[in-house]
């Protein structure tokens, strides 16, 4: 089992930064892929980025390229989300998933079943 718990979600203004921080406990972190997910009211959860186990590969989605990066600390056992020149259409709550490698035949997925905890998502709300 790995528990994980977002943080650092709010309000913002159109053009404005966020970071967001996902902890991790209980099953070595460094073994799992770590992505960060979001879902907008009415919306499908959509994968946003996700990064490797020591963080050499990552992957984007086309609507947050060269705005957020994705980054982690094995050491604290903590995903980070950096946001910025943020735009209203960010807005959503924001979830960090963990997904092991089990046999599968890529290192990390856009499909929300792709992974295999999820923490209780963060809300980010950019204003215009």
């Known amino acids: ?7 650092g979600g709010g309000l913002v203004q159109v053009g404005g ?5 996902c902890a991790a406990s209980g099953r070595t972190f460094s073994s799992y892929t770590m992505g960060w997910f979001r879902q907008a009211p009415g919306k499908e959860r959509e ?7 020591r963080g050499g590969s990552t ?3 086309d609507s947050v390229k060269g705005r957020f990066t994705i980054s982690r600390d094995n050491a604290k056992d903590t ?8 735009k209203p259409e960010d807005t959503a709550v924001y979830y960090c998933a963990a997904r092991s490698w089990g046999g599968r035949s890529s ?8 992974y ?3 923490g209780q998502g963060t809300q980010v709300t950019v204003s215009s």
């Open 17 to 21: 930064s966020l970071r967001l921080s």
């Open 116 to 118: 295999d905890y999820w």
């Open 107 to 114: 290192w990390y997925s856009t499909s929300e079943y792709g």
């Open 59 to 61: 992957y984007y989605a």
């Open 79 to 86: 995903v980070y989300l950096q946001m910025n020149s943020l």
């Open 47 to 53: 994968c946003v980025t996700a990064i490797s186990v």
């Open 1 to 7: 089992q790995v528990q994980l718990v977002e943080s």
